[in-house]
């Protein structure tokens, strides 16, 4: 690894940590979770400083609010000089027509039995019809019903219709009332209302015991409870201990994360040595301690939404079930500093992770992916239930509220099949799906293949066969080989009659070239391969197998011709020799061990099973002597458990029959 590469790597790791840090709170945090309607089981709780508890603010408005809803109107009846009233109002109607013969009479008792009433604007009739005031009488103050009284308008009417004119004469009349609003002595009540809630809070001293072992945990008692983590928190940070709690953290941080990357270098180094495949596993810790501070900071949320499955459902499909464990479990430390949860969520957190890891073989089946979610769901909810049991002893004190967070936490974890892809594209990884898809024989490489070299499709699913089997037997990635063995020989296309296994007799036409032209055109394959899997945008894990699949090994026919007719030996070795390299992971080495034997086999007439073995310890030893597997982390174990099932297959390939011992002769 250069300089520059190792430089990167530090400040990956270095950003990483940082930027996890920053998200944890800046003062010290009380460590406890109280839960309403719960018990609390623990020792008792008792304030270390005095502090006040302010009435929740909520509560407060919607007392102000109930207030104003409920607080009445102030009205004031006024005094009307009946007699002026009823001569400007004579007045009035003359001047609108002089020949009218008023009734005075009718007219003065019309009005007196309204302003007796009380007479109200229109618009004030509007607003408090259905409402009760403090109507003043007199110096009285008394409840009224504001229904009872009457309105311009309807006096208005009333007094056409006793002395018998149109309505319409009196629409330019100004009515006074005397029921008139008192705007000032309404609001001065309402002050006086409000002024006399209390929100001055209630003071706690320093020894009293905020809440005891065995207590449910009551409204009141977690308004209580709230307002010391609150007061705690803010009396840390006038002590000006936030870089304190930061270095706390940043500690914390830097062992968490240590001890991940040690794990990595112990038994993955190849991941981190490469820092694509290093963010990947790093970024995870800090994807989901920012969807936590998140959620911790919105009001109504729990973080019991979070599908923290995701991260060991999907590093699984890339990798293995250790490393998809161990993430899981540096992701959940994390998130658990946090969060305020508690040691139920951490605890639930892994027990989930695990089964997680368990049953989420095989994303890339719709089927087993809803069974695997619908257990992690089963596991959540029991997991859930279990705890809250332990902690309050009863059904009745469940926290119900949760379980639908957890159930759209799972729903969430659908969110792993997408991001499969998207992940792959991103850091150039190769998914179950993306090799299933591939699998495909209809993709265009496969189906070119079935048209122009279908001897060399049926050694490729032979290939295949025997290479995933054995795979199967030492526990490597047999979907990754199998679909490897399908497009390593793609490089034969261009030049499929020049193959053994696409000559169906005639002339061959290897006869019209030199020994060396012949080799070039079978080593080609690779190049001519390699160019076809880019051109198709094969993923990198495939092309490798295209490379590797013959390692440095010679075209021996070919070479052994040369060598006869050349003697002396005055030619260049490495002109029948293949580039390489030679395969470095187990499954490139098991591809070219099946490779080399299967088309070896193809010269066995009417094999016995003695046959078979000799064959095929024949070539294992070869590829052994001539170094191929030197670089190889197939172990001499994982080799026999190999060599043993290509024996039984081609066995069963050829039909071998049980071989009896022979009668002994008398």
């Known amino acids: 690894m250069n300089q520059f590469s190792q430089g990167l790597k530090y400040i990956i790791i270095a950003g990483i940590i940082a930027l996890i840090t920053l998200l944890f709170p800046k003062t010290t945090q009380l460590n406890f979770n109280f839960v309403k309607g719960q018990k609390w089981l623990n020792d008792d709780v008792t304030a270390n400083f005095d502090f006040t508890v302010n009435p929740d603010q909520d509560i407060i408005d919607l007392e102000k609010g109930r207030i ?7 009205f004031d009846k006024s005094n009307i000089n009946l007699a ?13 027509n002089d020949s009218l013969v008023i009734d005075m009479t009718q007219l003065s008792a019309t009005m007196s039995g309204a302003y007796n009433r009380g007479v109200v604007r229109d618009q004030d009739f509007e607003k408090y019809a259905n409402k009760t005031i403090n109507y003043k009488v007199e110096g009285n103050t008394v409840d009224k019903a ?27 009349y100004v009515f006074n009332e005397n029921v008139v609003y008192n705007e000032g002595k309404t ?13 001055q809070g209630v003071e706690i001293s320093k020894g009293d015991v905020l809440i005891s072992s065995g207590q449910t945990v009551s409204k009141d008692r977690l308004d209580i409870l709230n307002a010391y983590k609150n007061a705690y928190a803010a009396n840390t940070k006038d002590n000006k201990s936030p870089f304190i709690v930061f270095v706390g953290y940043l500690l914390l941080t830097c062992l968490i994360i240590g001890a991940l990357l040690f794990f990595l270098i112990s038994y993955y180094p190849s991941i981190y040595d490469n820092n694509r495949k290093l963010t990947f596993v790093l970024i995870w810790p800090l994807i989901f301690a920012s969807l936590v501070a998140l959620v911790e900071s919105s009001y109504g949320l729990s973080a019991y939404l979070i599908p923290f499955c995701i991260v060991p459902i999907v590093i699984k499909n890339f990798y293995n079930a250790r490393l998809a464990l161990f993430v899981h479990i540096v992701v959940i430390l994390i998130a658990s500093f946090l969060s305020n949860l508690g040691y139920e969520f951490t605890f639930l957190q892994i027990l989930v992770g695990i089964v997680a890891v368990l049953f989420s073989s095989e994303t890339r089946y719709w089927d087993k992916f809803f069974i695997a979610l619908g257990i992690i769901l089963g596991t959540y909810l029991l997991g859930y239930l279990g705890l809250s049991l332990i902690k309050t002893g009863s059904f009745t004190g469940l926290d119900w509220y949760v379980f639908p967070w957890l159930m759209l936490n799972v729903f969430l974890c659908l969110l792993a099949y997408p991001f499969i892809p998207l992940i792959e594209r991103v850091f150039g990884f190769t998914s179950d799906i993306t090799l299933k898809e591939l699998s495909d024989m209809n993709r265009p490489l496969l189906k070119e293949m079935s048209l122009k070299a279908p001897g060399t499709l049926q050694h ?4 295949s066969n025997l290479a995933e089997a054995a795979t199967e037997k030492i526990g490597g990635n047999s979907l990754l080989i199998k679909v490897a063995a399908l497009y390593h020989d793609i490089g034969k296309i ?6 053994i296994e696409n000559q169906s007799g005639g002339q061959n036409p290897h006869d019209e070239l030199s020994n060396i032209e012949s080799a070039k055109i079978i080593i080609g394959h690779i190049s001519e391969g390699m160019a076809m899997a880019k051109k198709a945008r094969l993923p990198k894990v495939i092309t490798d197998f295209i490379q590797s699949h013959h390692g440095t090994t010679r075209v021996e026919y070919f070479y052994r011709n040369h060598l006869k007719e050349n003697p002396e030996h005055n030619f260049d070795e490495s002109l029948f020799r293949y580039p390489g390299p030679n395969p470095i992971t187990k499954e490139e080495t098991i591809l070219m061990m099946a490779d080399s034997i299967e088309a070896a086999s193809k010269s066995l007439k009417n094999p ?23 670089d190889s982390m197939l172990t001499f174990d994982d080799l026999e458990k190999c060599k043993s099932t290509f024996k039984s297959l081609l066995r069963n390939i050829y039909h ?7 009668e002994p002769k008398s």
């Open 68 to 74: 104003e809803r409920d607080h009445r109107a102030h």
């Open 84 to 96: 002026q009233a009823l001569n400007d109002l004579n007045n009035y109607l003359l001047n609108q």
């Open 146 to 172: 504001f229904a009872e009284f009457v309105t311009i308008d309807n006096v208005k009417k009333e007094l056409a219709s006793s002395i018998g004119i149109n309505n319409s004469l009196l629409d330019g």
């Open 187 to 199: 609001k001065q009540v309402l002050q006086e209302k409000l002024s006399n809630l209390n929100v």
């Open 460 to 463: 490729s699913l032979q290939v």
């Open 494 to 499: 261009p030049n499929s009659q020049y193959f």
């Open 608 to 630: 016995t099973g003695q046959d078979i073995d000799q064959l095929v310890d024949k070539i294992v030893n070869f590829k052994l002597e001539h170094h191929q597997l030197d």
């Open 656 to 662: 071998v029959r049980v071989e009896y011992p022979e």
